[in-house]
């Protein structure tokens, strides 16, 4: 399933500032970056549970925002994209 994860930390503290760099890492090992705070994710039901009680470990609720927008298996269909950033399809062929 695709999940959309955005992010917004309070980033006043050293502690905040830390909690964001931890939350952008884990995000950018489960998905792909599309803007500063919003990865897509591609991910298995099984792992989504696991990745989503990471993130919600890190946070604290007083200053961080976290939503997750849930866009299914048939994703292709749900997103558009025009821009500068190409899209990417997480299910294409990998090229390194």
């Not at 999940?3 to 050293?14: I, K, P």
């Not at 489960?30 to 792992?47: K, N």
């Not at 604290?60 to 298996?73: E, H, K, M, Q, W």
């Not at 997103?79 to 990998?94: F, I, Q, R, S, T």
Request: glycine content about 6%; some cysteine; hydrophobic content about 40%.
């Amino acid at each position: 399933m695709m999940v959309l994860v955005t992010y917004d930390m309070g980033t006043q503290s050293d502690d905040g500032k830390r909690r964001l760099r931890q939350i952008a890492k884990l995000c950018q090992n489960h998905g792909q970056r599309v803007q500063f705070s919003v990865f897509e994710c591609l991910l298995e039901p099984a792992l989504w549970v696991e990745f989503r009680a990471k993130l919600l470990a890190l946070i604290d609720p007083s200053t961080d925002s976290l939503r997750f927008y849930f866009l299914g298996a048939n994703w292709q269909r749900r997103v558009e994209h025009a821009g500068a950033k190409p899209a990417y399809n997480p299910e294409g062929p990998l090229i390194l």
